[in-house]
Every structure is written in C-alpha cells, then in structure tokens.
Nanobody, 122 residues
C-alpha cells in the first residue's frame, strides 16, 4: 500500500510559478510510474504529466508542454511538478498518483493523494 501526500499548492498570479511535491511512503517508490492529474470545478479529472520509474521518460498534456516539468527523486521518494507561466485555466485541484505500469490512463493509477489546490488569478 502506497500513501501519497501532495504539497506546494497555493494562489499565484498569471505568469507565475509553483512547484508541487508528492511524498510517497509505504511502498517501493522506485518501481512505480508517477503521474499528476488535475480536476477543475465541474470538470472531470484529467491527465497532466507522468514519469517513468526510471525518471527518464515523461509525457505531458499538450496544453502544459513547455510550461510544466515533472521530475522525481527516488532517493527521497518524491515526485515534483514544476509549473511555470501559469494561466487561469490551470486552476484546479492537483493530484499525484502511482501506477505499476507506464500509462496516461487514469484508471490504471492505483494510489492517489488527497490533492492540493492551485489557483491562478488573472
């Protein structure tokens, strides 16, 4: 059983930056692919980015490419999402999740954090 705890959310002006962190415990972190998802009010939860267990392969939602970067520190059991050039449409609750497979399919992620709110003001 893997427990995930996100942190780093907050209120930022458009164009600003935030770094989200997700600390994992209770499992073998380095064997899981990790993903970031988000859910805006009234919308379904959507894929944002993921990273292979080896830390070298990543993928991104098209609208965040070039602005967001996902990376991980397996020694610290932590995955990060660096978000730059934030836009109001990035406002959402952001969740990290762990999967035993390399996938962007939300249904394939077995473990989830509680989420952290990101609000971008215009």
């Amino acid at each position: 059983q893997v427990q995930l705890v996100e942190s780093g959310g907050g209120l930022v002006q458009a164009g600003g930056s935030l770094r989200l962190s997700c600390a994992a415990s209770g499992g073998t972190f380095r064997t899981y692919a990790m993903g970031w998802f988000r859910q805006a009010p009234g919308k379904e939860r959507e894929f944002v980015a993921n990273i292979h267990w080896n830390g070298f392969s990543t993928s991104y939602k098209d609208s965040v490419k070039g602005r967001f970067t996902i990376f991980r520190d397996n020694a610290k059991n932590t995955v990060f999402l660096q978000m730059n050039s934030l836009k109001p449409e990035d406002t959402a609750v952001y969740y990290c999740a762990a999967s035993g497979g390399w996938t962007t399919n939300i249904r394939s992620y077995d473990y989830w954090g509680q989420g952290t709110q990101v609000t971008v003001s215009s």
